[in-house]
């Protein structure tokens, strides 16, 4: 994954491999950093290089100036020697139990529109009951757990031929996952990129590009469906101070109707599979 993979994978990190990581990772240089974190540059080199110990309060505001995701902040307490602060458990465990119906009830309420969480690496986690009907046709194997949104979305046997906006489709997701691996450093998020990128796309004048598009905010996309095809609006919400490691990696995606047409179907959908 060229620079945004941690150094020196076969031994244990020390602090500094951390530091020095999450730095260039931000492209800050020791001094930009030491006096955003109001240290020295000296002190600031020192425990990049491994000649001072920080302290469990210089690590977390290292990693606060840094933005270092929770998960990448208990390594680094770790690493400096400290035990990890933040929690991480599985939304089905019984102490998840009410983020998960907490999610759920996001997800129900928001129907008759789909909606669905995922976690870091896109693998849905929850959905509403309006998702499943949207995945007809889809490989067997691309919805066998855990399913991949992306694979799903942009994969020849997924959802991709059935996309009229392809291509549009595609820039959109593959500037939202440029992003996240970006931010985060994830060498498996930097390798689903490369196989979403090996997928084709649509065949030159064939795509069609609907209006609407707001980057980071909103996006329109075309798809034939069993119940018709559906102009949908996508939107996606993330929780904001979460403690938890498995909640600040959960994302929600929500799908509004982008016209009337859209919503009388999805209407009609909902109350037949009621019935």
Not at 44 to 54: D, F, I
Not at 119 to 126: E, T
Not at 134 to 144: E, I, N, R, T, W
Request: proline content about 7%; aromatic content about 6%.
């Amino acid at each position: 994954m060229s620079n945004a993979a941690l150094p020196h994978a076969s031994r244990r990190l020390s602090v500094g491999d951390h530091l020095r990581h999450w730095r260039q990772l931000r492209r800050l240089s020791q001094q930009d950093l030491a006096l955003d974190a109001e240290l020295s540059t000296r002190h600031l080199s020192c425990v990049e290089t491994g000649k001072a110990s920080p302290s469990r309060e210089l690590v977390l505001r290292l990693c606060e100036r840094l933005a270092v995701p929770l998960r990448d902040r208990n390594a680094w307490l770790v690493a400096a020697g400290y035990a990890p602060m933040y929690r991480e458990q599985r939304l089905d465990e019984p102490s998840m139990d009410a983020a998960r119906r907490a999610v759920q009830h996001i997800l129900d309420s928001h129907e008759p529109w789909p909606a669905v969480a995922f976690d870091r690496h896109w693998h849905m986690v929850l959905s509403n009951r309006m998702v499943a009907p949207l995945l007809s046709g889809v490989y067997p194997a691309l919805l066998q757990p855990p399913v991949n949104l992306l694979r799903v979305s942009l994969h020849p046997g997924g959802l991709a031929p059935r996309i009229a906006n392809l291509d549009q489709w595609r820039e959109h997701l593959f500037a939202r996952l440029q992003q996240q691996i970006r931010a985060t450093g994830d060498e498996a998020l930097a390798d689903l990129l490369a196989e979403l990128r090996a997928y084709p796309g649509q065949t030159p004048g064939s795509a069609a590009r609907l209006a609407g598009e707001h980057p980071g905010v909103l996006m329109p996309f075309l798809v034939h469906t069993p119940a018709g095809v559906l102009h949908l609006i996508s939107t996606t919400t993330v929780f904001g101070s979460p403690t938890d490691i498995t909640l600040q990696e959960l994302a929600l995606e929500t799908f509004f109707p982008g016209d009337e047409a859209t919503a009388q179907a999805l209407r009609a959908l909902a109350a037949t599979m009621a019935a």
